[in-house]
């Protein structure tokens, strides 16, 4: 025990010159989270129990997924802010529903500015120029941030997709020319999975689907995605093995990638629902950003599965030209019990 002490205190004495305290004074570069940054630094020197963060310029990397609350303490240090991002997927992962800050937005009442907390990073020119209400409003709508005092440039080639996946991007999201330098073409596959009528979103067909598709194929790097929490269970049920590391929303999946995604979309003509098609029509804002979150997770095979027959009728949306015959190198067939064909 007390040569295991020793080695422990010599460790501390080796690594302690090298805390950022002690080193800030050279350092080039400091890499941190807004939350370490506010609970370790003090902008510009203001403040006397934590040293100072003197940079001259601060770059936001993940910037859609960083929430403004914490983007907005930046600025702050009155040097020029850089916010990297795709503002075409996922917003913060917020634990207040967002009905319920829809809710706290009409009601005017204590919880009135909770929404900042599932606001984008990228609204933060909205916050500091044109004020709170305008930011509500965005929230509400579901809308893209508009920029005046700052400068926006989009990336037009991207080495993460494949050239096929980066064209059916541009088509249904990006819409600025964007092409794929990515490699290799996305591998798409479709299981058809048809589900009949149904009042919540549960979708047993696509979990046994799923589970018939992950037996046959063996992948070693996959993860199985669907977009409602509900579906979430009924695919835990089906595959308990995985329930607590393969099976994730595609709001958990965010920052993420697998050689293999699989999606049960879930949606179809037989939800009887206000807004059916809610987190999978790519027509509807909050939608497109859900189904681009889930299908550039896949590194190499992107492996949908759903019912075709619907989805190839909807050529128009993203998922329609995802499963359509042009694009779809793969289509098996789930046979009800437990097997697929091609």
């Known amino acids: 025990m007390s040569q295991r002490m020793s080695q422990i205190e010599e460790d501390i004495r080796r690594l302690t010159p090298l805390a950022a305290e002690k080193d800030l004074a050279s350092a080039r570069i400091v890499a941190c989270t807004p939350q ?11 403040g006397k129990s934590k040293p100072a963060l003197e940079a001259d310029h601060i770059f936001v990397d993940e ?4 929430n403004v609350m914490n983007a907005l303490t930046l600025f702050a240090n009155r040097v020029p802010v850089t916010f990297l991002g795709d503002h075409k997927q996922l917003p913060p992962v917020c634990t207040v529903d967002s009905q319920d800050l829809l809710r706290f937005i009409e009601g005017r009442g204590k919880m009135e500015y909770a929404f900042l907390w599932s606001q984008s990073a990228l609204f933060c020119e909205s916050m500091l120029t044109d004020g709170i209400r305008d930011a509500e409003k965005a929230f509400a709508e579901v809308s893209d941030p508009h920029f005046t005092e700052t400068a926006r440039c989009d990336l037009t080639e991207s080495h993460r997709f494949g050239p096929n996946l980066a064209g059916i991007l541009d088509r249904h999201v990006y819409m ?11 591998e798409i596959i479709c299981v058809d999975a048809v589900c009949g009528s149904r009042e919540e979103r549960e979708n047993v067909p696509e979990a046994e689907a799923v589970d018939a598709f ?8 996959f993860a ?14 089906r595959m308990p093995q995985y329930k607590d590391t393969r099976i994730l929303t595609v709001h958990k999946s965010q920052g993420r990638e697998w050689d293999t995604v699989i999606l049960s979309v879930q949606d179809n003509a037989g939800v009887g629902r206000d807004v059916p098609l ?6 509807t804002e ?12 896949a590194r190499r095979r992107l492996v949908i599965v759903c019912d075709r027959g619907f989805w190839v009728s909807r050529g128009d949306e993203l998922l329609g030209d995802l499963v359509s015959e042009e694009n779809c190198g793969t289509v098996y067939t789930y046979d009800g019990e437990g097997g697929l064909r091609r």
Do not use: W
Not at 286 to 297: D, E, P
């Open 278 to 283: 809610r987190f999978t029509s790519s027509k």
């Open 176 to 186: 600025n020319g964007i092409s794929g330098s990515g490699g290799r073409p996305l």
């Open 224 to 237: 199985v995605l669907t977009p409602y929490s509900r579906q979430i269970r009924v695919l835990k049920e």
């Open 214 to 221: 992950i037996k046959m194929d063996r992948p070693e790097d």
């Open 36 to 46: 370490m940054y506010m609970m370790r630094f003090h902008p510009n020197g203001h």
């Open 286 to 297: 909050v939608g497109m950003k859900v189904i681009n979150t889930a299908v550039s997770r």
């Open 63 to 66: 910037a859609g997924y960083c």
